[in-house]
């Protein structure tokens, strides 16, 4: 049986660009459309002839160490995009309880305000 896919995370990796050889990085999100969270830099300046990859936010922030396995970059990414919506599915879920706590005492003061009126009329 197959696993319905709306917790799976996907992060999308562009093409290298020609000339810059910067990967852009995008966030799927549920609705299909693409939130952009970053870029990777691939830095030639080593000795060995080895790539280190450079990680960083839409702000221009590194927000990984470089690294020199690019899977390990796509993992880091999947990671972040991850805790990203757990927080984020996680204050859904206060603001769905605030909103339900606020309609419960909104019903329990209309049930005693009904109540109340139901005495003055009976008194009467």
């Known amino acids: 049986m197959n696993k319905p896919q709306e917790n799976k995370v996907l992060?999308?990796?562009s093409t290298p660009d020609p000339t810059?050889?910067?990967v852009n990085v995008t966030r799927i999100l549920s609705d299909g459309s693409e939130e952009p969270i970053g870029l990777v830099f691939p830095n030639?300046?080593?000795e060995d002839d080895s790539v280190n990859y450079i990680s960083?936010?839409?702000f221009g922030q590194e927000i990984f160490?470089?690294?020199k396995d690019f899977i390990e970059v796509e993992n880091r990414f999947q990671k972040s995009v991850k805790e990203i919506a757990d927080?984020?599915?996680a204050k859904n879920l206060e603001a769905t309880l605030e909103e339900y706590e606020a309609?419960?005492?909104t019903i329990k003061s209309l049930r005693q305000h009904k109540h109340r009126t139901k005495?003055?009329?009976?008194?009467?």
């Open 11 to 13: 992060v999308r990796f």
């Open 44 to 46: 030639f300046d080593h």
């Open 103 to 105: 309609r419960k005492e």
């Open 87 to 89: 927080r984020s599915m």
């Open 119 to 124: 005495l003055k009329l009976l008194h009467r």
């Open 20 to 22: 810059t050889s910067i």
């Open 65 to 67: 160490p470089p690294t």
């Open 56 to 58: 960083v936010d839409n």
